[in-house]
């Protein structure tokens, strides 16, 4: 069964018959149970190295609603590594429901103080919990560094194999390392990058620069400068936060596409930018294919009644 879904315009156009501009969805948010979308992909060449690397411990970074460290969980429920996560801000009594799924997936969770957390491995929590478990291998937040984009680059592989036919791929971003994967796969074409983060004018330039790091030799940073497309005003106001006319989108799209769920934090804003392109006639391509990379359990930081998708 096809993953690759023609999706219905919100402005009422209908995108598989629509000459002028054809747009898909692959949702990738149903390819793994566990750790749907881009997040599998980001961890299974970490696991490759702690497993090599013989280590009985494995940490990474995520905040109290991170997708990364729901699928973190998930993923080392069932293998035989200890799981420790490292959460932005204090542990409140109550913990979020994704926490909640990590410790009762048997994760040990440290609470960390913003300004620590930035640190990452050279944090003093970090630094804490390594001299606990000396034998700890560290994944990035988000499943990030060169090995969570090698990945990735592997799935921009497995896509392009199942949909070659397209001439622009679109895709959400929030350490960009998902982006950096598909930048460096050849196959991809010209790549649209919506950031879902505000003020991040050094993520184009990682980007690139971890893209460049895993391309052919033959692949110079002009050509890869060249297929991409960097967007850093889609944010809707910030990271996770909603903007009406974005809350106005989302019912819209949900009712115009009753089998299609977007996530709350990356997707729905990336998509709002590409329709509202069409709509006004600036997308010059005929065929875009948009990468859903989940995260739909997120949806749960947020009030019921703000989520159109409930039921679908």
Partial sequence: MSITHSIVLPYGRTAAVDQECQLAIYRGDLEHPSAPGNKWHKLQHHLQAARAQNVTTIGTFGGP??????????????????AVAVVRGELQPTLTPTLRDMADQGVELWP???????????????????????????????????LGALGCRDWAEQIYAANPDYDAWVVASGTGTTAAGFLACSHVPALHVFSALKGEPEQKATILDVA?????????????????????DCHEGGYAKHSQRLIDFMAEFARCNPTEVLDPVYTCKALRAVCQAIETGQWPYRRTLFIHTGGLQGWRGYPQSRNPFVGR
């Fill in 65 to 82: 609603f991170s997708n990364h460290l729901h699928a973190f969980g998930a993923t080392l429920k069932d293998l035989p590594f200890k």
């Fill in 112 to 146: 960390s103080q913003r300004k620590d957390f930035r640190l990452g491995e050279l944090s003093d929590v970090a630094n804490c919990i390594t001299s606990r478990h000396q034998d700890i291998y560290w994944i990035p937040e988000g499943g990030g560094g060169l």
């Fill in 212 to 232: 460049d790091t895993l391309s052919d030799a033959c692949v110079s940073m002009s050509d890869l400068k060249g297929k991409l497309h960097f967007h850093g």
